[in-house]
């Protein structure tokens, strides 16, 4: 699996640690930036870069994007079409929005999240599959319908 990984300043340092993390646990991963500390830096430009890679082939990809709230991130990455982003402040909503939703996007706060919270939240949400479950793939289907109808 691919990973995309990518931060405004406020979490250019989570970053820099997850990435190594990811490497070890055998996952290719990309840094789309920033790739030095920036504070005027915008959360969109990054969000987009990882965003448009993951929607090239939303199975195989995954994108991790880290800001201070996680909030900014993950509403700019749900402004592409099938991404599924979830913002994930603990362990059992990682679960949740792989397992439920499908989620291809994780967005973490950088800002309320010490690094070894964030890598237990990365390691659930990277390890746990869609259900497949059919009322499941129905909502995400009732998604695909509103993003289609908004365009």
Known sequence: MLIY?????????LKEKLKPFLIDKGYTVFDK???????ADDYPDFTGLVAQ????????????????????????????????????????????????TDANVLCLAADFLDEEMAK??????????FSQEERHKRRIRKIGEIENSNQ
């Open 5 to 13: 990984i990518g931060a405004d300043h406020r979490g250019f340092g």
């Open 33 to 39: 930036g920033n790739d030095h500390y920036d504070e």
């Open 53 to 100: 890679e993951v929607v090239k082939d939303p199975d195989n990809r995954r994108g991790i994007l880290i800001c201070g709230s996680g909030v900014g991130i993950d509403i700019a990455a749900n402004k592409f079409s099938r991404i599924r982003s979830a913002l994930a402040n603990n362990s059992d909503q990682a679960f949740l929005s792989r397992n439920d």
């Open 120 to 129: 237990k939240i990365l390691s659930v949400w990277l390890q746990t599959p």
